[in-house]
C-alpha cells in the first residue's frame, strides 16, 4: 500500500505521499484486456495529429488562420492525450497503481491545462468562422497571421494560469489519509473528496475556472454561432449558404463532442465513483482528441488535396531513390566485372 510521509501542521499529523488509483477495472483479465486497445487508440491519436501539423506544415495552401488553428488544436491533442494515456497503459500491467503526491499534482496541471486551453481555442475558432462568413472581404484583412498567433498565445496563456490556480489551491489542502482515488487518473473532484481540510477555497477557485473559461468560452461559441446562423440565412443562393454552413460542419462536431462529454462527465459531481462516470471520461479524454483530426480530414477538401499531394510526393521520392539504388548497384557490378 501506499507510503506516507510525517510532517509538523497544527501538531503531529500525517500527510500523503503517495495515491493509489483504482483504475477502470480491478479485474486482471479485463486490464490485459484494455492494455492493448487502449494502446491502439493512443498510437492512433498520436499518429493522426501529428501527421495532421506536419500536412499543414508543409503544404503551403494549408498556412491560413483556419489551419494554423487546426494544427494548434492537434497539438494540443497530443499533450491532452498523453497527459492520461501513458500512465494508465503502465498501470494496466501493475499491480499497485500508486503515483506520488507531485506526479499526481502535474498530472492534474497539465490535463487541466490542455483542457482549458481546448476551450479557449474553439472558442478562438468559432470566432474565425463568423468573421469568414460574416465579414468575408475583410477577413484577411482581421485574421493576419500575426493577430492569429497572438490569439493562439492567450489560449496558451489563459490555459496555464487558470490551470495553475486550479492546482495549487487543490494540492494546498491538506490530505493526511484515505490516498485511495476512485478513478484512473488524478481529477480534481475525486482528489479535493479525500481532503481532510476544508477545501471551500479549492471548490470556489474551481468554479470560478469553470465559469469564466469553460463557459465563457461556450458562451462566446454559441454567440458566434448565433451571428453565422444570421448570416448564413441572408445569403439568396442556396448553394453558397450550403457551402458556408459546410465550412462550420467539423468545427461544430468537434465542439459537439468535447463539450457534450465533458458537460457530462463535470455536470454531476455527485457521481464521481461511478462506472458511469469512468466510461464517460474515457471517451472525453481518450477518444475526443483521436477522432478530431478524423473528422476534420474526412469532410475537408483541401486536407484531402494536401493529402494526395504528400502521397503522390513521398511515392516519386521512393520510385526515384529506388531507381537510384538500382543504377548505382549495376553500376558497381558492371565495373567489378570490368576490373
Known amino acids: ?56 506544415r508543409i ?25 492520461i494515456s501513458p500512465r494508465m497503459l503502465s498501470d494496466f500491467l501493475r499491480d499497485e497503481k500508486t503515483i ?16 482549458l486551453a481546448e476551450c479557449c481555442l474553439l472558442a478562438t475558432m468559432a470566432y474565425d468562422r463568423y468573421v469568414a462568413i460574416g465579414s468575408p472581404l475583410q477577413y484577411s484583412a482581421i485574421m493576419v497571421p500575426g493577430r492569429c498567433w497572438k490569439m493562439i498565445a492567450v489560449v496558451y496563456g489563459t490555459g496555464f494560469l ?33 481532503s481532510c481540510s476544508n477545501p471551500f477555497m479549492c471548490q470556489m477557485i474551481v468554479f470560478l475556472v469553470a465559469i469564466s473559461v469553460g463557459w465563457g468560452s461556450l458562451l462566446v461559441i454559441l454567440l458566434s454561432y448565433g451571428f ?66 478524423l473528422i476534420y480530414s474526412l469532410r475537408n477538401k483541401e486536407i484531402k488535396e494536401a493529402l494526395k499531394r504528400a502521397t503522390k510526393t513521398l511515392h516519386i521520392y521512393l520510385s526515384t531513390k529506388k531507381h537510384l539504388y538500382s543504377f548505382y548497384y549495376y553500376y558497381k557490378k558492371d565495373r567489378s566485372k570490368n576490373s
Open 100 to 115: 506520488s503526491f507531485m506526479a499526481c499534482a502535474t498530472q492534474l496541471f497539465v490535463f487541466a491545462w490542455m483542457g
Open 1 to 56: 500500500m501506499a507510503s506516507s510521509r510525517s510532517t509538523e501542521r497544527d501538531g503531529n499529523h500525517t500527510s500523503v505521499a503517495m495515491f493509489v488509483l483504482l483504475g477502470l477495472s480491478d479485474k486482471k483479465e479485463l486490464q490485459l484486456i484494455l492494455f492493448p486497445v487502449f494502446l491502439g487508440i493512443y498510437l492512433m491519436t498520436l499518429i493522426w495529429n501529428l501527421g495532421l501539423i506536419i500536412l499543414i
Open 162 to 194: 487558470s490551470s495553475l490556480f486550479e492546482t495549487v489551491s487543490c494540492f494546498h489542502v491538506y490530505y493526511c489519509g484515505p490516498n485511495i482515488i476512485e478513478h484512473f487518473f488524478c481529477d480534481i473532484p475525486p482528489v479535493i473528496s479525500l
Open 228 to 293: 453565422i446562423a444570421a448570416s448564413i440565412l441572408k445569403i439568396s443562393s442556396f448553394k453558397r449558404s450550403a457551402k458556408a454552413f459546410n465550412t462550420c460542419a467539423s468545427h461544430l462536431a468537434t465542439v459537439t463532442l468535447f463539450y457534450g462529454t465533458g458537460l457530462s462527465v463535470y455536470m454531476h459531481p455527485g457521481s464521481i465513483h461511478s462506472t458511469k462516470h469512468k466510461v464517460l471520461s474515457v471517451f472525453y479524454l481518450i477518444f475526443v482528441p483521436m477522432l478530431n483530426p
Open 59 to 83: 503544404n503551403s495552401n494549408l498556412h491560413t488562420p483556419m489551419y494554423i488553428f487546426l494544427s494548434s488544436l492537434s497539438f494540443i491533442d497530443i499533450c491532452y492525450s498523453s497527459s
